[in-house]
């Protein structure tokens, strides 16, 4: 059955008595946390559960000659020491590649490690014992001889012909190539009074979620089922993807999420670790138990933002902005991870540069080469750091060739808040933004002219500090269009069942996820206001492949518009159900009662009729003395999917207030302020929050993070005391105000805001830092912003 | 030689004895041997806070610590503190302010705040950033725990 | 990771304690606080097969003041030092350096005397012991010695001890009555390894300073007291003075290139910790400013 729009006698969700909808409302889940009494993977224990350990190679590129357990194997408390050969009886290879990203090519990747390692960190054996000590006791003693290749650890010689090629079968080292050419770029740059080009380069990065990956995989041999309990963020992915690899029907295979202890997409995505958990449980008949140490999480979890990026940008005098152009560079790791791929981060830096503005000029061009580091894919914001970052960047400084004030470039450039629906040259289709009202509305809250006035004053005492402003786009609420139409089993649509129980609560099963930033609360929030029945009422089921529709999950900051709108198309079947069997109660009409506070009421003066909770005993266990033919129905399901846009794109605005210490380097970070529109808030506090956390791994990135590899492709900073993650000693107060651009396609109106911190924090802060040293013509196109960054660049050092 | 060795401490207030490897550090042993998992484990070299527990009444690194070295020890993890009531307030004011998202860092992050609102009556925000300086949020970004352990610090000066 | 198996003894007296060191040598570590020790096991990078956990020797806490001495048993925690009046009082350098170590939750475990036995050339109570010129007292098979603390530091985790000996306290000079201490650091973030610092104390006396001791930490293999700062020692300083001191220091420091800074930028912060340290003893901002 389809969902139509809502009818305009109808009262809208959003206008219901005691709506919970843009109310701050505490997240239901919440008690068990604080108490430590929550379920994480890395908690679970089953009967006969072994552990498993993986030998992993200390070489970033070598041929596997031999592997020698016996002496392992021997040891007390090892169940079995199984090999990338013997597991490839029971799992097969994948490539991750999509038919949509024309000329994206890979390799097929194993499990465990076949003939050859290529990247420091691949498994090469697993080592299933007792307990995990015993198992990494167990894997000291397996003896595996290599054969040293030479490595490809610089994306900038990955190319030339005299590098070894990683996939001799794929004949190069190129990934996937993408160009575009918007515009008349070449007339637009002749056309410009000033042009100016930069080098970008970014740190790759990494999630560093604090609860590591964690698998319990469990195959029942007698009823030939497989339950993996994973914190994914994707379930149904990782059922069809377990079940094809495995040879099972997707119908043999459940995924139970439990608690999860972050993500940020790093859980998103496909690992070989984690495929052989899954094969060795069947192998072994047991469950099996897999939990990355720090270590291993630094060396295998994905990478990401590993880019360097040539940017240019043509203005005119009177601050017109021209033409923007790229050329992106980017080196991934020796696979495409699987199923998304990793040319996504680089074909949203193509789809994404440029986008606030009006300027239809614009040529661009990525690659994305292999190389012999760990794998790199989506990790939260995926391309939109990188885009921000280059786009901004190169606003700044053509503001600077000019002298034009970077507020007053951005509003003369930046799309006007009525010329909606439009699309960019790179052919995104926005259907509302509001890039004004939201840079209206940032500076009146930071106070962009009194910080000014500070920053001059302080300047003149030699105090050094800077105003970075960044405005971004971003991509929520995907369709198809992302990753179902290059042939991937990931699911674009989401769906909720609801239902009365017996005392007249209300249980929901939803296909999205919970990685903390409550997707269960929104679910409760929007079905407790639909139906009229308090949250405290109202359970959510998620995260298990067996009891919830089948659905797409939490990513790419779709759960709350997707499945928020499931929840409400339900809910609102349910109430009419509910309605109906009232009427026939009451032998009144529907359209004269609601539902208010758990009870029928008069929709007239609100006076209770009857509690759910005595209509749901006579439904349940006295439907003899309802009216003949009567069938009660009180469960609803309803799904959603995108159909009219590729993606619901939302806008804000950043900024970044900070100091700089000009004899140490030192970034001393005072302030951020993000404005963000992201269409109807279900609930604020939630929103904001996922806002300053987005920010404070931007923050991360801006200053903080990096992998570090030498020039033998070996991690050298794989712990938490040499990755720096940022601590609260050092991280500002973050503002946060809204614009609402809600979306027409949904009753709900919601578009998504995971990201949005993420997407535009380092481009601020960067900007900030590069407005501070002006007086030293100092420009750095580089993050982090180390203090050796900065003290070379004022030629302290 | 490496056997078990016995132990006899007290657990939340609760007499535990037990014989354990003299490897086993005491945030495996809350883990594995007495199913207290609300103590958990991020790094293993004692940086991002997680494990954090009270021995002895004051906070330590559970992951640092071995088991064999809580012989006649009193230790108090998050289960202990929670069933006690001692941070009903902390919770609360987490609760509502939405201090925590994914939860896995909040046992370690609010019996380090507790550990700063017994000693400190009056903490300012820059203070209570320093004191939660090694406990290690993805999620947060951290401003909602200052302001929740702010308002509790205000709460408890008011009563 | 988890720790590789060992064996584990709970020594009794500081006898006790030496007698096992002797019998197993090598294959024996000693266990104070375990801050530094039980992350090296856990990640593997230490395996000893034996234990020896002095936690128990309550004759190794606690601090005592006798006229001139400052004497540190080598179980007192940083907490501890950090808490102390005696140690405010007669030491003050060391309450302020023990609040940049770590974090609180290490600080209630971690020792002075482990973290010296441990001797990384990037902690920062080595360099104070250095500072207020410093005797480590340790005790062995042979006896009891007094090793000052120049002595006591030759490498990275490298120190005077031999395997079957102990640290048990540590005495210093109580701090004169026109002392002053001065004591930064520039970590990435609160409580981590310090690329650089600066542990000084001097005597302070009509605008000019005697007896000062600029130790600096995360310079090299261990910490170093800067031979530069006698050009600043009982002479009136001007900014000049104060320009040449610091070539000299930049001169003098070798310091080491590593993820956090090149050789370069520690010399040009050693020379901005110069700098500020000088102004700040003798309360003169016109020398905080200006290049290095």
Known sequence: ?797 | MTAPLPISLHVNGERVDAQVLPRLNLADFLREHLKLTGTHVGCEHGVCGACTVRVNGQIVRSCLMLAVQTHCALVETIEGLSDSGEIADLQAAFRDRNALQCGFCTPGMLIAAQDLLIQEQEPDRERIREHLSGNYCRCTGYQAIIDAVETTARARRGR | MKASAFSYARATSVGNAIELLVANGERAKVLSGGQSLMPAMNLRLVAPELIVDIGDLTELRGITVRTNTLTIGALTRHVDLLKSSDIAAHAPLLTDAVAHVAHPAIRNRGTIGGSLAHADPASELPACMVALNASIIAHGPAGERLIPAKDFFIGIYETALSPQELLVAIELPVAAKNSAHFFCEFARRHGDYAIIGLATQAIVENGQLTDFRPAYFSVGDRPQLAKAADRLTKTAITPALLSEASKALSEELDAPEDQQASSSMRRHLAKVLLRRCVSALLDRPDLSGGSP
């Open chain 1, 1 to 797: 059955m389809t969902s139509s729009p809502a009818k305009p006698e109808t009262l809208s969700v959003l206008d219901r008595p005691n709506s919970y909808i843009g109310k701050v409302v505490p997240r239901p889940n919440l008690e068990r946390l604080m108490q430590g009494r929550g379920l994480y993977v890395s908690d679970m224990e089953l009967p006969r559960m072994a552990h498993v350990v993986f030998v992993r190679s200390p070489h970033a590129h070598a041929e596997i000659v031999e592997i020698d357990a016996s002496a392992a194997k021997r040891m007390p408390g090892v169940t079995a020491i199984v090999t990338g050969e013997e597991l490839a009886a029971v799992i097969t290879p994948w490539v991750g590649v999509l038919s949509h990203l024309k000329g994206l090519k890979s390799a097929p990747q194993h499990a465990i490690a076949i003939g050859r390692v290529r990247w420091q960190g691949e498994a090469v054996a697993a080592v299933v014992a007792t307990n995990r000590a015993v198992a990494e006791d167990a894997a000291e003693h397996v003896v595996v001889k290599y054969r040293e290749l030479e490595p490809v650890t610089d994306m900038r010689t990955a190319l030339d012909p005299e590098m070894p090629v990683i996939h001799p079968l794929l004949g190069d080292n190129l990934a996937f190539e993408r160009t575009l050419d918007a515009g008349t770029v070449d007339a637009a740059f002749a056309g410009s009074d000033e042009i100016v080009e930069a080098n970008f380069v970014f740190g790759r990065h990494t999630g560093v979620t604090l609860e590591p990956r964690a698998v319990v995989a469990d195959w029942n041999a007698a009823e030939a089922r497989l339950t993996i309990y994973q914190g994914t963020q994707a379930p149904h992915m990782v059922q069809n993807i377990a079940a094809l690899h495995l040879g099972l029907e997707e119908s043999q295979v459940r995924v139970v999420c439990k608690d999860v202890g972050g993500s940020f997409g790093i859980k998103v995505h496909i690992y070989a670790d984690e495929m052989a958990t899954y094969a060795l449980a069947k192998l072994l008949r047991r469950p099996i138990k897999f939990v990355a140490d720090r270590v291993e999480s630094f060396n295998t979890d994905i990478h990401a933002r590993d880019h360097r990026c040539k940017g240019r940008i043509g203005v005119k005098r009177d601050g017109t902005i021209m033409a923007f152009e790229i050329d992106d560079l980017t080196g991934i790791g020796p696979y495409s991870m699987y199923p998304r791929t990793s040319a996504i981060e680089a074909n949203q830096v193509v789809n994404l540069v440029g986008g606030p503005y009006v300027t239809k000029n614009y040529r661009a061009r990525a690659r994305v080469v292999f190389q012999n580091k760990n794998v790199m894919c989506q990790y939260r914001a995926v391309g939109h750091p990188i885009a921000c970052s280059v786009t901004e960047g190169l606003v700044d400084l053509a503001a600077s060739k000019i002298g034009m004030d970077p507020v007053a470039i951005r509003r003369r450039n930046l799309i006007a808040d009525d010329a909606y629906p439009c699309a960019s040259p790179s052919g995104l289709r926005f259907e509302l933004l509001s890039h004004h009202a939201a840079m209206n509305k940032l500076m009146a809250m930071m106070n962009y002219d009194a910080l000014r006035a500070e920053q001059a004053a302080l300047r003149s005492k030699n105090i050094h500090r800077g105003i970075g402003i960044a405005s971004f786009i971003e991509v929520t609420n995907p369709s198809a269009a992302f990753y179902g139409v290059g042939g991937a089993k990931i699911s674009s649509q989401d769906g909720v069942a609801v239902r009365l129980d017996a005392q007249g609560s209300v249980i929901c099963q939803t296909s999205i996820t919970e990685q903390g930033q409550g997707s269960e609360s929104l679910t409760a929030q929007i079905v407790g206001s639909v139906l009229g029945v308090s949250m405290a009422r109202v359970r959510v089921i998620l995260g298990d492949t067996d009891h919830t529709p089948y659905g797409g999950g939490t990513w790419a900051s779709r759960g709350a518009g997707i499945g928020g709108e499931a929840a409400l198309q339900a809910a609102k079947i349910l109430r009419e159900n509910i309605l109906d069997v009232a009427a026939a109660i009451l032998q009144s009409s529907p359209t004269v009662l609601d539902i208010a506070d758990n009870a029928i009421v008069n929709a007239s003066d609100g006076a209770p009729r009857i509690e759910l909770r005595e209509l749901a005993r006579i439904v349940y266990f006295r439907p003899d003395t309802l009216p003949p033919g009567i069938q009660p129905e009180l469960m609803a399901t309803r799904h959603f999917v995108p159909r009219e846009y590729p993606f619901a794109f939302t806008n804000g605005v950043q900024a970044s207030w900070l100091e700089v210490d000009t004899d140490t380097g030192f970034v001393k970070l005072l302030r951020h302020w993000v404005v963000e529109d992201c269409g109807t808030l279900i609930n604020p506090q939630l929103v904001d929050e996922q806002i300053r956390g987005g920010v404070v791994q931007g923050l991360g990135a801006a200053l903080f993070e990096k992998c570090i590899y030498d020039e033998r492709g070996q991690l050298t900073n794989a712990n938490m005391a040499d990755y720096l993650v940022p601590m609260s000693g050092e991280m500002p107060d973050i503002d946060v105000g809204h614009v609402a651009s809600p979306t027409a396609e949904t009753e709900l109106g919601a578009k998504g805001a995971g990201e949005a911190g993420t997407a535009g924090a380092a481009a601020a802060v960067a900007n900030a830092v590069n407005d501070a040293l002006k007086p030293f013509g100092a420009t750095i196109t580089e993050i982090p912003l180390t203090p050796q960054i900065i003290l070379t660049a004022l030629k302290q050092i």
